[in-house]
T-cell receptor, first 114, second 112 residues
């Protein structure tokens, strides 16, 4: 199994508070991704990174920011959490950005915003 | 990404082989065929991928039709742990990054 951990695994927070989710990898993969998964919407990309300090927006980036200061860590921040951001968040990694490369997923973080 | 079509659900007996079909009639020459699965309450899991030739790994085999308009994921001996939703996805092999978009997939049930 790819070495990907996410923390925390579960979090309950109040509307308006900032929240940071962490993804840590031990595979030295260049690409890292943050997805959210919701019933009826499937898997949606929030942001991704293609190297240290190199990030780009995905399909549903509003209300989220990311940072990558080290190869192994990719942080997702909800600046001011809203109830619509209640979801399961998955981090993924890949060694390359084309279809020749597979993505490996972390175990997920279940976030509830009350 | 081009569209794929999969059956909504399939059943298999434990320890029997399973053939999960996927149709992708609009596939382009540079599209990779990827398979992922997701067990209940777990993250998606990579299974296998290929471009033109059949592929084997420790989890499964991928059989790609000669015209590439369909493919089949083969689990050689189904176990209860293989009960999951299986997603067939086409990924364009362009520069830059790509995102995974899961459709409804095939829900595989394994009968003991």
């Amino acid at each position: 199994d790819a070495g990907i951990t996410q923390s925390p695994r579960h979090k309950v927070t109040e509307t308006g508070t900032p929240v940071t989710l962490r993804c840590h990898q031990t595979e030295n993969h260049r690409y890292m991704y943050w997805y959210r998964q919701d019933p009826g919407h499937g898997l949606r990309l929030i942001h991704y990174s293609y190297g240290v300090k190199d990030t780009d927006k995905g399909e549903v980036s509003d209300g989220y920011s990311v940072s990558r200061s080290k190869t192994e860590d990719f942080l997702l921040t909800l600046e001011s959490a809203t109830s619509s951001q209640t979801s399961v968040y998955f981090c993924a990694i890949s060694d390359g950005g084309t279809g020749a490369y597979e993505q490996y997923f972390g175990p997920g973080t279940r976030l509830t915003v009350t | 990404d081009a569209k794929t079509t999969q059956p909504n659900s399939m059943e298999s007996n434990e320890e029997e082989p399973v053939h999960l079909p996927c149709n992708h009639s609009t596939i382009s020459g540079t599209d990779y065929i990827h398979w992922y699965r997701q067990l209940p309450s777990q993250g998606p899991e990579y299974v296998i991928h290929g471009l033109t030739s059949n592929v084997n790994n420790r989890m499964a085999s991928l059989a790609i039709a000669e015209d590439r308009k369909s493919s089949t994921l083969i689990l050689h001996r189904a176990t209860l742990r293989d009960a999951a939703v299986y997603y067939c996805i086409l990924i364009t092999s362009g520069a830059g990054s790509y995102q995974l978009t899961f459709g409804k997939g095939t829900k595989l049930s394994v009968i003991p």
